[in-house]
Nanobody
Framework: QVQLVESGGGLVQPGGSLRLSCAASGTIFRIGVMGWYRQAPGKQRELVATLSPGGTPNYADSVKGRFTVSRDNAKTTVYLQMNSLKPEDTAVYYC???????????????WGHGTRVTVSS
């Protein structure tokens, strides 16, 4: 029905940059808030950044000034530009959409399968 597919994870040195992408597939009419959460080993999943359809961002304090969330014009792809990466940013990053209106109904709280980001020298 709806799939959120992430890409762009990998291994990067401290201070480096990565750009994550998440594309929603399916016959989609509208997506509400999209964004990113992450889960580090042994920790709970936490908010990283989200972006409303109108362009209002919400960032975790730990990533403000380093990460930038954006969406494409169709509002079905969300990106996360991560700069000045730190070892503590190491986690699996999950794409999230709070509401996806499709041709067969509405999906709420949609998640991707995750992409791993490792920050290490």
């Amino acid at each position: 029905q709806v799939q959120l597919v992430e890409s762009g994870g990998g291994l990067v040195q401290p201070g480096g940059s990565l750009r994550l992408s998440c594309a929603a597939s399916g016959t989609i009419f509208r997506i509400g808030v999209m964004g990113w959460y992450r889960q580090a080993p042994g920790k709970q999943r936490e908010l990283v950044a989200t972006l409303s359809p109108g362009g209002t961002p919400n960032y975790a304090d730990s990533v403000k000034g380093r990460f930038t969330v954006s969406r494409d014009n169709a509002k079905t792809t969300v990106y996360l530009q991560m700069n000045s990466l730190k070892p503590e940013d190491t986690a699996v990053y999950y794409c999230y959409a709070d509401r996806v209106d499709t041709n067969v109904g509405t999906v709420t709280d949609a998640w991707g399968h995750g992409t791993r980001v490792t920050v290490s020298s």
